[in-house]
């Protein structure tokens, strides 16, 4: 079946503090992995498209990485306005469908 | 600025009544999902759309849920009756086919 699982759940940094945040799936066919966020009250916000293992893409503060198995977004020197829930998603090679992560909701502390 | 719109962005109903929500999808996009997010299960997908045509509608319960689009620029979402249960929050998204999806506002159903 397949899935994506998101770690941690949340994750509490203080401005400054480089971190990863975690994105494991199995999927039949990978034809994407995507990341967004997600801030409270609002629809997610489209980050990153992922194609294929070794692949990395960054935006700002922002860098997400690919490899066979997982997905990773570092954030480095993180500022209060990065707090958000990043939600990661993978798309099957036979269809448009997504399949989402439950997100890890990150806070960072001024 | 193209995005997508969804109205309302609030409804608040009792329990047996019809609700109606509406997505107006980006300009060009040929592909359209409805989701449902709540706490306990995330984002989940309930149907999708490419060019008007319904391609999969396994995430909704059949009984209750219809999901259409009259036109390439609205798609509507209609739960009859509601229950409490279907209380959360409703995001359309379109996307070109094969490229990334774009988020509306949601619309945040409460079913007393």
């Known amino acids: 079946e397949d899935q994506v699982t998101q770690s941690p759940e949340a994750l509490r940094l203080q401005e400054g503090e480089s971190s990863s945040l975690n994105c494991s799936y199995t999927v039949s066919g990978l034809r994407g992995l995507f990341w967004y966020r997600q801030d409270p009250g609002k629809g997610p916000e489209f980050l990153f498209t992922?194609?294929?293992a070794g692949e990395e893409k960054e935006k700002e503060r922002l860098k997400a990485t690919l490899t066979k198995k997982e997905s990773f977004l570092h954030i480095t020197a993180p500022k209060p306005e990065d707090s958000a829930t990043y939600l990661c998603a993978v798309r099957r090679n036979r269809d448009d469908k997504i399949i989402f992560g439950k997100g890890t909701r990150l806070h960072i502390l001024p | 600025d193209a995005r997508v719109t969804q109205t309302p962005r609030h409804k608040v109903t009792e329990m047996g009544q019809e609700v109606t929500m509406r997505c107006q999808p980006i300009?060009?996009?040929?592909?359209v999902f409805w989701y449902r997010q709540t706490m306990m299960q995330g984002l989940e997908l309930l149907a999708y759309f490419r060019n008007r045509a319904p391609l999969d509608d396994s995430g909704m319960p059949k009984d209750r849920f219809s999901a259409e689009m009259p036109d390439a620029t609205l798609a509507t979402l209609k739960i009859q009756p509601s229950e409490p249960r279907d209380s959360a929050v409703y995001f359309c998204?379109?996307?070109?086919?094969?490229?990334?999806?774009?988020f509306g506002p949601g619309t945040r159903l409460t079913v007393t």
């Open positions: 992922l194609y294929s």
């Open positions: 300009l060009g996009h040929n592909t």
């Open positions: 998204a379109s996307a070109r086919s094969g490229h990334e999806q774009y």
